[in-house]
């Protein structure tokens, strides 16, 4: 990583939270219509115990979410990309579950199983998540070149070596993409259940409390937190690609 | 059937299906190559070449006829071919080295690690890749990817290459640097081939026989020897030698693409 790499992003995070605080102060707004940065610190000063609980709790329910629609994305990605007839089969189905809002299966799970905080929580980051792996591991392995096959095939390799030597790294770059917008939805996931199901864990419900009790300090300081968790978890993600997918990357060439 | 052949395809029919029936592509395909031999087949585009490379390397099956390697009729995908295309697949992922070293990972080989290391190192060297071992095929040019790509069709020592129109999409100057490394490759790394291809003059070049198929579904419409005349140079292509075949095999072409009658051939 060049000191470039690291200046660029800093400065912009710099001139964004400068930007925000100017707005504010400039409309003379109070912060019960926007908290400005200043704000901020003190609120993570009083509730700085919470933050680490709290974020912890959302942090690892969301990383359970994410690797359960890791695998089972996969799975399916790799049932529907070798299996034209799965492929008719499913898609429609997948679209249509995918496109129910989650916030509305919330309630129906909260209620499903109650009591069962944790998973409840991870299975909604996970079935919010799962959907672009899925469709992009299928799309990965059916438009495969033919090709590639062929060579394997013609030595008398078997399919489960087509899918460890060729079809799963070259679907690589694909499944890292899916994966960045995966690790925002989870995110995503797990905040909707613990905003919209209170069981006072994780951010989310830290968040629900800011409101509550009129502290819309607190309320920002937590979508910054949030804010934080997902750069957080999005930059392991290019890591991992860095070290899996590297090869694919053409920017130096 | 003779037994000086190491592939003989007898009386081949195959036919696609598809939603609107079946689509016949090949009819009446007769072809034999001698041990050491190397046929270029050639014909109207959507003939059905490709399908015959399919067929020898046991990825497809004929719906009738035969089709023999070393008197062995092929019914199932066996390792001792090697295969090169158009477009040269080499896996993004892995170094040239890597690539080339491919099928010695998954055919049955009594090469160890450093032994086939050593064998495509000198397959690199002869198609003049030399220094190029550890670079991707993103760095490559081209002609560069498919002569790697030949290297890998080559490296377990196959009894058949299959080229399907490996050089149909080099320019001009880049694919007769090509035919003459095939020629150099073939010296050294002695091989019994089949190429598909569009191009007469590379038929002519590279082949000892020609076969011209006839449009669909394809038999065998016409086979040209090409005289043994030593080592070929591409000053070769301009002799009057040279001419009189590519004439007659454009007309064969003209005629499987039925724009000529077959009569007039005579």
Redesign the interface.
């Given at each position: 990583m060049t000191a470039r790499q690291v200046y660029v992003p800093v400065a912009a995070l710099l001139i964004f939270l400068a930007a925000w605080e100017a707005l504010v102060w400039v409309m003379g707004w109070p912060t019960f219509k926007m908290a400005a940065p200043s704000d901020l610190p003190p609120a993570y000063a009083k509730y700085w115990e919470l933050f680490l609980t709290m974020g912890w709790q959302t942090l690892w329910r969301t990383v359970a979410g994410l690797l359960l629609a890791v695998v089972f994305g996969t799975a399916l990605g790799m049932v529907m990309g070798f299996s034209r007839t799965m492929r008719d089969a499913l898609y429609p189905l997948l679209v249509g579950f995918n496109a129910v809002p989650k916030a509305t299966v919330v309630p129906i799970v909260a209620l499903m199983f109650v009591g069962w905080h944790d998973f409840n929580t991870v299975l909604i980051a996970f079935m919010i998540s799962f959907f672009p792996i899925a469709v992009s591991v299928s799309i990965g392995l059916s438009t495969l070149e033919p090709e590639y096959r062929d060579i394997l095939r013609s030595l008398g390799a078997s399919q489960s070596t087509i899918f460890w030597k060729i079809a799963l790294p070259k679907t690589l770059p694909e499944f890292f993409g899916a994966l960045k917008v995966s690790v925002t939805l989870a995110f995503i996931g797990t905040n909707l259940m613990e905003i919209v199901s209170p069981h006072g864990r994780g951010l989310g419900a830290l968040f629900d409390s800011g409101k509550t009790n009129s502290d819309y300090p607190l309320m920002f300081a937590v979508l910054i937190a949030l804010a934080l968790l997902g750069i957080l978890l999005y930059y392991i993600v290019v890591a991992l690609e860095k070290t899996f997918a590297g090869w694919a990357d053409r920017s130096n060439i | 059937m003779t037994l000086d052949n190491l592939i003989d395809i007898t009386g081949v029919r195959h036919a696609y299906r598809t939603a609107s029936g079946p689509l016949p592509v090949l009819d009446g395909l007769e072809l034999s190559v001698p041990e050491g031999g190397f046929v270029a087949v050639v014909g109207p585009s959507g003939c059905g070449k490709s399908t015959l490379t399919?067929l020898i390397?046991?990825?497809l099956i004929p719906d009738q006829g035969e089709v023999r390697v070393h008197g062995t009729r092929i019914t199932?995908?066996?390792?001792n071919?090697g295969?090169a295309?158009q477009?040269p697949?080499l896996?993004?992922?892995r170094t040239i080295l890597q690539n080339v070293l491919?099928?010695l990972?998954?055919?049955p080989t009594k090469l160890s690690r450093a032994q086939g290391e050593d064998r495509a190192r000198k397959l690199l060297a002869l198609v003049g890749l030399e220094g190029f071992e550890n670079k991707?095929p993103?760095?490559l040019s081209g002609g560069m990817k498919q002569r790697a790509s030949l290297c890998?069709a080559l490296i377990?020592a196959p009894e058949v290459l299959?080229l399907d129109e490996p050089f149909g999409a080099l320019d001009a100057f880049t694919r007769e640097d090509l035919w003459q490394i095939m020629h150099r490759v073939k010296a050294e790394e002695p091989f019994t081939g089949v190429l598909i291809t569009h191009d007469l003059r590379e038929s002519i070049f590279l082949a000892d026989q020609v076969v011209v198929l006839s449009g669909r579904p394809a038999r065998t419409q016409y086979v040209l020897d090409i005289p043994d005349t030593g080592l070929r140079t591409l000053d070769h292509l301009y002799t009057p030698e040279a001419a009189t075949m590519l004439n007659t095999l454009r007309h064969q072409i003209e005629v499987a693409q039925g724009r000529v009658p077959a009569e007039a051939s005579a």
């Open positions: - | 399919r390397a046991g990825l199932a995908p066996r390792s071919v295969m295309f477009n697949v896996l993004e992922w491919l099928p990972e998954i055919v991707r993103s760095e890998r377990h299959i």
